[in-house]
């Protein structure tokens, strides 16, 4: 018997099992390691690089919330962007091009407003890649439930050992070399996505947003038109805001408490080192742990613990103690990525992808930073780091109770290995 290719979208569950084996293709492996080491370059060294230059953190935090919320209107537009008019490679490429700017505006001698306005333009755009990753990982992998897991985990393993590294390079040389490493990296991602293939590539297969049915389809392009698909998709996607404005308000003060507490730059990159390299079996067992309790239970248990540990930072009083709970918010994390590209393929059909990956891109890494940012700026600088965290950990659990009553149902049971839901899910406006 012949079995069907994968792409088939009228390929049955049982069909699609007996091609697992097939191996992930060595293009997405690079990808994502690139991007690991993209990210380890530059981005987790923002909010430090403000401090060394003299900037507070209440005004860090708005920095770091000025990036996040232009993200939140950026990154939606970039789904569109990627979807409906120029394709998820084209897009990846443009969003790269318009970071790598930002990151060479930083090696010039300019005031420290617009080296501010250069960093919250470049989280802008760094925050695109993963998400686009995903969306064509998700497109070109025969089974991403069971695949997933592993591919991500190559991003962080890069990215542990490629923020160790660096760490340890920015403390021998200052934090100048980090625009240079970061344009290494984006030249390699440059060349290397576009060897993926890409299903919207041709334009007869992009969406187009002026399908009638729906005016509200019609004035908001790819992400209305996953609003009308997914009427739930808002809800969930503002849980997943509640949540990681907790967590993104606490990553954003992580490194300067370390700072405070008599640490290095070596050990803000091995804290966050340690959670990269934590994420790797938090990654791999989000598949085995979604096939046998579901995404549900999953995300509630990753919040919750991730929760508590960073209501610790505060009152832990050595930089060693926070980079040990760190192997546990690591292992959450990558729970919590896994499970968040893969409720994606069950919530909008194949040709609203990147539409859904970067909305939920936006929600949690974007709009839950400005939210996580400003408020935790104040509150650090006001209260002072123990109040702080405690109310980010109270936050990210409180995000974790709200997704066990949203995510009830097929959309966060128990994950089959196939990710067969996406295949059959039907665009009605399309």
Known sequence: MTTAPAHDPEVTTTEIQVDVHLTTPWTLRAIYTAIGLSTASLVTFVPVILKTRGLDPAVIGLVASLGALLS???????????????????????????????????????PLALIAVLLATFTIYASLFIGLADSLAVAELPAPERQYGALRAHASLSYTVGIVLVGFLYSWSGY???????????????????????????AKTRTDSSVPGSRRTIRFGSPGRAVAVQPRLLTIMIVFAVAFT???????????????????PSDVAISFGVAALAEIPGLVAAGWLGRRIGLRPLLVASLTLYGLCI?????????????????VTGLCNGALMAARVLLVPRLLPRSLQATGQVLFQASSLGFGSVLGSV????????????????????????????????????????????????????????
């Open 176 to 202: 100048g070399l980090a625009p240079v490493v970061f344009l290494v990296w984006a030249v390699s991602l440059f060349v290397l996505v576009g060897r993926i293939p890409d299903p919207t590539r041709p």
């Open 311 to 327: 209501a610790s930072w505060g009152v832990l009083p050595i930089a060693v103690a926070i980079n040990a709970t760190r192997a």
């Open 72 to 110: 939140t209107l950026v990154v939606p537009l970039w789904g569109h962007l990627a979807d409906a008019v120029v394709g998820r490679i084209r897009a990846f490429r443009i969003g790269l091009i318009l970071a790598s700017t930002a990151a060479v505006g930083l090696l010039l001698d300019l």
């Open 375 to 430: 408020v935790g700026g104040m509150v650090y600088g006001a209260f002072g780091p123990a109040i702080s965290f405690a109310a980010a950990g109270s936050v990210a659990i409180a995000g974790g109770l709200a997704a066990w009553f949203v995510l009830d149902g097929a959309i966060g049971g128990n994950l089959t290995g196939t990710t067969p839901d996406e295949r059959r899910l039907h665009d009605p406006l399309g």
């Open 246 to 264: 907790g967590i993104q308000g606490a990553l954003t003060f992580i490194g300067i408490r370390i700072i405070e507490l008599g640490g290095q």
